[in-house]
């Protein structure tokens, strides 16, 4: 026999008048916290192959031409229902499903990045020290460089020869590769290295991957492991030491998505930041049929870095792209943007318990209570942001409301304990409505960074309400 107890009058007037955000586990019904672990499966999958911006636009372009999406020519026709998609130089991506309605109605973007914290090779990186082999690094984006030590990585990305032809290379992924490491200094000898600041324990001259220590036989020279290492490259790709110039070689973290906690209610993997927006924006996009509203999924590169150059957001392949579709129907771009919304699909930070200092728990994004929406992020008085309007966020509530999407609001901690920014104001100087809507994350920009499979799910829902508005 259940044993409900009746509300009281304080209860329900609570219920009526109070923002409630509620924690998914507790309030959904079995079968849609089903989905949410059922769709991770598949989200788990495609971290492994996407791991780079380069790696997240090919499975990208292999699950929309499943979908029927092609290649956008911008002199052919478009009608309702068309699919298409442009790539951009292989690190950036817009699909776009055309709507029933005019396009000078505007258009529905969701714009995630899927550049994420890395180590990149510098453009001269093989050097020997001691008889051991290195490829010296930059790093990328914003880390804790002490994270970076002690871990297996692989080394992900595209080099060009002298001919011009390119060499794709992954190595440290298969079960049977190889991986590589940087290395930190024994606990035992480490008494002066641990006291300097925490952001100095390890700098960034420190990043040097270690990979490989036997000499080349039959020589007498110096540098003999170097010439080894150089001649297994050689060998496996063609490439000699001149090629690393006309390279983009990228180093993460070697590890593979796994479910974490004892109820797997969680994924751990590196890159969630932000190909979890990114996997639901292109997801959504794929299940909206064919919206009212034209409907753009953009995958921006460079985000982690200020979003510059020409596969960032600040570049003008956006609106070179909705130029393109205006003119397909005798409109000017202008005019599409100027009538557009976007979701700035990005992560934010959730609350974490052993550091509660840098928030404000009752406007701290928590795990498990759904996709969150930031009004604004920036910092020093919101600074760097575009702050989105009380109408727009407006319409944004309707919309998740309407499909029962789990959403909750979060700002990025504390007033000045720090902050950070999206693309979210880049968009919005093209004139479109824009706010900031993703997946809390714990430890992000680390190696391994945690999100919950509900949070993820409810992503997927809140972008394809909005496709669908
Ligand atoms: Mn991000
Ligand atoms: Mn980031």
């Known amino acids: 026999m259940e044993n409900k107890k009746e509300k009281t009058a304080a209860e329900l007037l609570k219920e ?18 089903a989905a949410a672990d059922a769709y991770c499966e598949d989200y788990k999958t495609f971290l492994d192959k996407a791991k780079t911006e380069r790696e997240a636009v090919i499975a990208a372009i292999e699950m929309a031409e499943a979908a029927g999406f092609v290649p956008f020519d911008a002199n052919a026709p478009l ?45 001269n990186p093989l050097y020997e020290d001691s008889e051991l082999a290195y490829f010296d690094t930059h790093y990328y984006g914003g880390i804790k460089k002490y994270q970076w030590t002690t871990i297996p990585l692989s080394l992900h990305g595209v080099i060009i020869r002298a001919d011009g032809s390119s060499v794709t290379v992954n190595i440290g992924e298969d079960e049977n590769d190889p991986v590589f490491c940087i290395t930190d200094l024994l606990p035992h000898l480490g008494r002066e290295q641990m006291k300097r600041p925490a952001g100095e324990v390890i700098r960034g001259e420190d990043l040097n991957l270690l990979i490989g220590s036997r000499a080349f036989r039959h020589d007498d020279e110096s540098e003999s492991v170097k010439l080894n290492i150089l001649n297994i490259l050689h060998e ?16 993460v973290p070697a590890f593979r998505a796994k479910d974490v906690g004892l109820d797997r209610s969680m994924i751990g993997a590196y890159g969630h930041d932000d190909r979890v927006c990114a ?25 982690e ?31 599409v943007l100027s009538k557009s919304i976007c979701l700035s699909a990005d992560v934010n930070a959730a609350l974490d318990p052993i550091y509660p200092d840098v928030m404000v728990r009752s406007n701290a994004a928590q795990i498990n209570y759904g996709v969150c929406i930031t009004k604004y992020t920036g910092g020093g008085g919101k600074s760097g942001t575009s702050d989105a309007s009380a109408e727009y966020m407006g319409l944004v509530r309707r919309l998740l409301d309407g499909e029962k999407v789990l959403w909750q609001v ?60």
Request: aromatic fraction near 8%; glycine fraction near 10%; charge should be negative.
């Open 16 to 33: 009526k008048l109070s923002y409630n955000p509620e924690n998914g586990s507790k309030k959904l019904c079995i079968e849609e916290i």
């Open 79 to 123: 009608k309702a229902g068309d699919k298409v998609y442009v790539n951009n130089r292989g690190k950036a991506l817009m699909l776009a499903v055309i709507g029933s309605r005019p396009v000078a109605d505007g258009v529905t973007i969701a714009a995630a990045h899927i550049d994420s914290p890395r180590l990149d090779l510098k453009p």
């Open 236 to 251: 496996k790709y063609g490439i000699i030491e001149t090629d690393f110039l006309s390279a983009e070689l990228e180093i």
């Open 279 to 303: 996997y639901p924006a292109v997801t959504a996009l794929l299940a909206c049929g064919t919206p009212a509203y034209t409907a753009v999924t953009i995958l921006a590169d460079k985000e």
């Open 305 to 335: 870095i200020g979003s510059a150059g020409n596969t960032g957001m600040k570049s003008a392949f956006l609106p070179y792209f909705i130029d393109d579709l205006a003119a397909a129907f005798g409109e000017k771009g202008h005019h």
């Open 410 to 469: 979060g700002e990025l901690g504390k007033v000045d304990a720090g902050g950070g920014g999206t693309v979210a104001q880049y968009i919005a100087d093209l004139d479109v409505d824009t706010v900031d809507m993703g997946v809390p994350v714990l430890c992000m920009h680390a190696p391994y960074e945690i999100v919950s499979k509900i949070d993820v799910y409810m992503a997927h829902k809140a972008f394809l309400a909005t496709m669908k508005r």
